[in-house]
């Protein structure tokens, strides 16, 4: 089932993108020689929806301007994102990550979350214009979580 994924920081969109017809659109790809067009996620919001268009499950970034761009999308469309109980865990999460890979994508992530982390997940579960999947548990599956969401809603995935 085609559909946009906006996850959180760390939910696993790299991990799965490329399995099961997902694909994870990598908002760090619209750095170029350390800039951002000012208007780089109408361009990014195109692309989701011309994959989802085309039978794919696309992830893409968490960011208010990507959700306020793709709010009135005909996709269909969810957030992902962890409780705000996970905080802790979360948070050392993407410390983990950050140690393991070097990315200096993954240590914004990091230093977001550790200041952010209940800002942002409040703004995410507000944002009424989407469905929501909330991750309860670490471990977990990525693709399962979806695929029970998908069908809960739409009745196939």
Known sequence: MEMIIIGYQGIGKSTLGGDFGYIDLESSSFWIDGNRADDWYKIYGNIAEHLSMQGYKVFLSSHAVIRERLKDSEEKKVIVC??????????????DRYEDTGK??????????????TENIGELLADERYGHIVIPEIPYNLHDIIHEWCYDNYGYF
Do not use: F, G, H, V
């Open 82 to 95: 962890p409780s705000l109980e996970l905080k802790n865990e979360w948070i050392k999460r993407l410390m």
């Open 104 to 117: 200096e994508k993954d240590y914004k992530a990091w230093k977001n979350a550790e200041d952010r982390y």
